[in-house]
């Protein structure tokens, strides 16, 4: 699935990389375009002004002849009156200053003449700007200056007699003179060269844009159609591959019905209607893998699966769970004879015989079935799965129960008890369970000698929880190997503060139960946990049973072993197995402990002081110590005090006390 998926990334990631370039492409073409009529536009630009400002010189000379003729005539005129007149003085003036004009717009004449033509100008066939009559436009120019300087040198009286002289210069500026003439075709031509320079401007933009429309319709049917072709291929390739991915996801391969995942969705959807669901699970599945093989067991698992679409055929009610387990979703069974019919039509219908290559398999199965009413909220997924499987575990438990429907009342005591034992194992892991010591005394000085080690639960709450209460679970869950393995650790631990106190000569007892007892690895073991090779401290305690458990020889040489470490042997509750008396010849012991139910009793009961002064002389002659355990009363302690050998431990003396109160207590001592 993973290459499936890293192949048509590659193919998106080569066409992306594709438009990447062919996009930077178009837009360079597009850059250039923008640049040429850019260049376009300022030639077009440049040439339109060029005429203006031409044509504007133009006129304005047309004007300055114009006036200079005026101004000629007017002083023609004053000179033959009044010479001596202010409006003479003033024409003459002006006269001097449309000279200077006239001087200088010739020299614009000039200069805009002489200004080169672009390349561009050339290229898009604009038309040239100067032309003949330009030229000479200059040329008159200086002949009238000449003329006018000659005519204002001369003397206002003499004006009229040099006809000679102002003739000629009027006759250049008369309305049909050379020279008008000339400014008038200068000007016609100037305004036809803007009109022309105006309409190619617009013809070469409509060529720019046109080129420019084509460029983008070229780019788009020859670079981005074939791309955005390939890309929709890609997203269709792309799409089809989610949708199969999607189906995946949601169905199994084998049998193609929906899986675990499309099971708990559909689950999640249905909260309006009621529905039961069911779980089924063939037995013994695994014995057909490995008589048959694994390919026989696919087909058999294709039939069940078949069988079952057959009961249920809406596909969206059939669901592989797991493993050789299916689910099914029904809607229309109202009420229990209908559920538990349709169970049945599912036993009988899947333990039909199935012939596979010549071979008949035949198949059981069990059926977990939980009904779910309408809900408003959301359906409790996890909820319904457990009481799910707490309904097939049921139907698997009783033998002759092959379906159960979850009945909530039933399961409250059963679920309890599995939160409690998940409780019991977090308890051992985090520290909860820990050891508390029941000091053990001389009865004839009082002082105290050793301790055996009580397992104690205490929560995080501070709850003090006996061993009578959770003890009967360890034993069920298999869990009293890892109970005496942390009590050893936790005695080893104390141990060593009372020797850095100066207490070396105080024992501890553990009990062992048979099953650590039997361990072939247990000298090992313990002697890897304690980290010594001298547990001289160390009394193990074990009940009189372990003389008779089946793997007594195991246990006696684990004994014998212990005792080379410097291990101390108790036998507890002694008095009250079948064992014979006989048999603490067989089994290394150092120490009897008597049973509280004899001590219980003394001093009103005399066949428990006969049992108990028996126990007593018999021990002593095999010397062998002994402990008194329970003694609550002073005359029970009387009792025992004839025998300054005898130790004494009950709650006359010291109730079970965390550690650090019993380190106190001996510190104090």
Request: aromatic share 8%.
């Amino acid at each position: 699935m993973n290459e499936f998926n890293q192949k048509y990334i590659i193919e998106l990631s080569k066409t992306t990389k594709v438009i990447k370039k062919s996009y930077l492409v178009a837009l360079l073409i597009l850059a250039l375009i923008s640049i040429g009529n850019y260049f376009v536009l300022s030639a077009v630009i440049q040439a339109q002004f060029n005429v203006s400002e031409l044509r504007t010189e133009v006129i304005k000379h047309e004007f300055l002849y114009r006036r200079i003729k005026e101004l000629i005539t007017l002083t023609l005129h004053q000179s033959e009156t009044n010479a001596k007149t202010s409006l003479y003085k003033l024409t003459w003036l002006e006269l001097n200053g449309l000279t200077k004009k006239l001087r200088q717009n010739r020299i614009n004449i000039e200069k805009a003449c002489l200004l080169p033509r672009s390349t561009l100008s050339a290229w898009a066939g604009f038309p040239e700007i100067i032309s003949d009559s330009t030229t000479i436009l200059p040329v008159h120019s200086k002949e009238v200056e000449s003329q006018l300087k000659e005519f204002l040198s001369l003397e206002s009286s003499t004006i009229k007699w040099h006809f000679s002289i102002w003739s000629p210069l009027a006759l250049k500026l008369a309305d049909r003179g050379v020279i008008m003439e000339n400014i008038k075709k200068t000007i016609k031509e100037l305004n036809y060269k803007s009109t022309d320079i105006t309409q190619r401007s617009v013809t070469v933009h409509q060529i720019l844009i046109f080129s420019t429309l084509l460029t983008l319709l070229l780019e788009y049917f020859f670079i981005f159609h074939p791309l955005l072709q390939r890309l929709s291929l890609d997203y269709k390739e792309i799409k089809a591959a989610n949708a199969k991915l999607q189906y995946q996801a949601t169905h199994d391969d084998m049998t193609g019905v929906g899986n675990r995942r499309l099971f708990i969705e559909t689950l999640k959807q249905e909260k309006n209607a009621p529905f039961t669901v069911f779980i089924i699970d063939p037995s013994d599945f695994k014995n057909i893998n490995d008589l048959h093989g694994n390919d026989i067991g696919d087909h058999v698992l294709n039939i069940i699966s078949s069988r079952l679409k057959d009961i249920a055929p809406n596909a969206s009610c059939h669901f592989r769970y797991g493993g050789d387990q299916f689910v099914i979703i029904a809607f229309d069974l109202d009420g229990t004879p209908q559920v538990e019919q349709f169970a049945n039509q599912i036993i009988s219908d899947i333990a039909k015989p199935i012939k596979i290559k010549g071979k008949v398999i035949l198949m059981r199965c069990a059926i977990g079935i939980n009904r779910l009413e309408p809900q408003k909220k959301a359906i409790d997924i996890q909820q319904v799965l457990k009481e799910l499987n707490f309904s097939l575990r049921t139907a698997k438990e009783s033998e002759q129960l092959r379906f159960n429907i979850f009945n909530a009342v039933e399961s409250g005591k059963k679920f309890s008890k599995a939160q409690l034992s998940a409780r019991m194992s977090d308890a051992l892991n985090n520290g909860e369970i820990c050891s508390f010591y029941q000091p053990i005394i001389n009865i004839e000085t009082g002082d105290i000698i050793g301790a055996e080690a009580l397992a104690r639960w205490v929560s995080k709450e501070g709850i003090v929880t006996s061993p009578a209460e959770f003890l009967p679970l360890i034993e069920e869950l298999n869990l009293m190997n890892n109970l005496t393995e942390i009590i050893l650790q936790q005695v080893c631990s104390d141990h060593k503060q009372l020797v850095a106190a100066g207490m070396h000569s105080k024992f501890i007892s553990v009990n062992f139960p048979e099953s650590v007892l039997a361990d072939p690895e247990l000298p090992m073991k313990v002697n890897h946990l304690l980290g010594s090779t001298n547990l001289n401290y160390l009394h193990i305690e074990l009940l009189e049973t372990a003389l008779l458990h089946e793997s007594s020889y195991i246990i006696k040489t684990n004994l014998q072993a212990l005792i080379e470490l410097g291990a101390h042997i108790s036998m507890d509750d002694f008095g009250t197995g079948y064992a014979s008396l006989s048999h603490l010849l067989d089994f290394p012991c150092h120490t009897v402990k008597i049973d509280r139910c004899f001590v219980a009793n003394i001093p009103g009961d005399s066949g428990s002081q006969l049992i108990t002064r028996g126990i007593i002389d018999i021990a002593l002659g095999l010397g062998i110590s002994i402990i008194a355990e329970g003694i609550e009363t002073k005359e029970q302690s009387k009792f025992f005090s004839e025998w300054p050998e005898i130790a004494g431990q009950g709650f006359l003396f010291y109730r079970p006390q965390p550690f650090s109160d019993f380190i106190n207590l001996l510190e104090r001592k």
